[in-house]
């Protein structure tokens, strides 16, 4: 059970540091670290934080396969949305490149764009065919 306190202290914890990276013009501010967490820019703590310390709380309600299934949901939401936004951004802004994309120099912006967005295609693809997936492997 120590795992839910760690994640209700530690997304309190992160929305509380975005607050204050945010204040200090930091939305933008790439957070490797965290992108397990879904979270990719500090403005992203800002609402992830919180529902990481939602899960937290839930997890001390629901089994272990609602909370894979929750988590599958989630992921695969974000990486939904995260693919329209890189959808948007070849359409649109040419100069920013994801950070791991940074150093592949043969990569110009609007095809580093359709690099991570096909990326995030992918990983939504398997968080969903995941979810689904649950629900005949394991029946409610």
């Not at 670290?33 to 992203?44: E, H, N």
């Not at 929750?70 to 695969?76: E, K, N, V």
Request: charged letters at 10%.
């Amino acid at each position: 059970m120590i795992w839910e306190y760690l994640l209700i202290v530690g997304g309190l914890a992160l929305t509380a540091i975005s607050w204050w990276k945010i204040g200090q013009k930091k939305f933008y501010e790439d957070t490797p670290w965290l992108y397990p967490l879904s979270i990719y820019v500090w403005g992203d703590a800002l609402v992830i934080g919180l529902f990481w310390a939602a899960v937290g709380v839930l997890a001390s309600w629901l089994s272990w396969m609602w909370l894979v299934r929750l988590l599958l949901l989630f992921y695969g939401m974000r990486w939904f949305f995260e693919t329209i936004y890189w959808l948007n951004h070849q359409a649109h802004e040419k100069t920013f490149i994801p950070w791991f994309l940074q150093k592949r120099k043969w990569l110009t912006a609007d095809q580093a764009a359709i690099v991570y967005q096909v990326l995030h295609l992918c990983m939504t693809t398997l968080a969903w065919f995941g979810l689904i997936f649950s629900f005949f492997a394991w029946p409610v």
